[in-house]
């Protein structure tokens, strides 16, 4: 069993894997950066059981990460939108992707790249871009499909 | 339960935490960022059962984050170090740090600080020194106690 807090750890990292360090919760946020925003697309994309998800996606919203609002009323349904909080995430994702890419994923190529908007260069593990090296961030970036994209990139929902 | 891998998912942020997407097994690398290298000393630090620790550590061996080295021959006695792969999380571990001083302990101030080995200047969240400017990575970086460290900071091993 994992405790739920380190409570002897005055660390920030120990802090920020209580809010996030879970595999799945990993995955919910990727995928909301993705644009996904809705229970049933994160439920397709990742395949996951529709309780666990309920159970990420509520606490993702009581962490602030999330937040949850309705875009139909009869019946209501709601969406899933990153919060400013979540999307200070961005630099984590980015890392653990870079990482990937090079370490994991060496020989298959990167499925996804990060772009600057602006200028449409890859940005790269320092979050600057190759091309005119502009230092780039959640709002000015775009995942776009890379050379190794598999076919449903990133997702069917999308 | 969560499963080992995520077969459907071609995607570099799944692959990564597979390999280091564990709460353990980010404090471990955490650890072994801050200079631990000892079973008994990653131990006492993290108050971690000692069959999860093994099993953690072991993992990172087969992962090639950590490498096992014996450093005493009778009785014989091993240490842990990050490989290069290893090394390569230095940027994850610092955006969680990062998003955990500003979010997570926003009021308490900074554990920890990394700081530039040449100048003393502090790293940013673009891992840049923001004294000097420039680019900065896991070798010439070191971890300092910050305003709010702890009496035992990093550790007690230390």
Chains 1, 2 share one sequence.
């Not at 395949?47 to 998800?53: K, S, T």
């Not at 990482?99 to 449409?120: K, M, S």
Request: charged share 30%; net charge neutral.
């Amino acid at each position: 069993m994992l405790p739920r807090t380190y409570e002897n750890q005055v660390c920030s990292v120990a802090r920020a894997l209580e809010a996030i360090g879970d595999r799945w919760t990993m995955l919910v946020i990727r995928d909301a950066f993705l644009g996904v925003r809705r229970f049933d697309d994160f439920q397709r994309d990742l395949g996951i059981a529709r309780n666990v998800l309920t159970d990420r996606l509520n606490r993702l919203v009581e962490e602030g990460i999330l937040e949850k609002r309705a875009y139909q009323e009869r019946p209501e349904r709601f969406e899933y939108r990153l919060t400013e909080k979540g999307a200070d995430l961005w630099p984590v994702l980015v890392s653990l992707m870079k990482w990937g890419d090079r370490h994991a994923l060496a020989d298959a190529g990167q499925p996804t790249l990060i772009v600057h908007r602006d200028c449409g260069g890859e940005v790269n593990e320092r979050f600057r871009c190759e091309r005119c090296g502009a230092d780039v961030d959640a709002h000015s970036s775009a995942a776009m499909p890379g050379p190794a994209a598999p076919r449903r990139w990133p997702t069917a929902a999308l």
